[in-house]
């Protein structure tokens, strides 16, 4: 049984630094854009986000690529 896999767009999820809780661990506040296009590439994603995060008043800790697929029996 052959299965494909369809690309249907991508979201990217955005980490930023929050400062500390009371126990000393970071606070992490997400911001998750969607309507990515899946062709975008990893570098060119990186980039934008990067370029955004400069209009944040938050420093930025990390970038997730969440790619959603779907599939289908052939």
Known sequence: ?????IPKGSKVKM????????????????????????????????QAMASLSGLQSLPLVAVKRIDETQLELV
């Open 1 to 5: 049984m052959a299965v494909n896999s």
């Open 15 to 46: 980490e930023f630094n929050n400062g500390l809780d009371e126990y000393g661990r970071d606070i992490i506040k997400p911001k998750t854009l969607s309507g990515v296009k899946s062709d975008a590439t990893n570098e060119g994603l990186y």
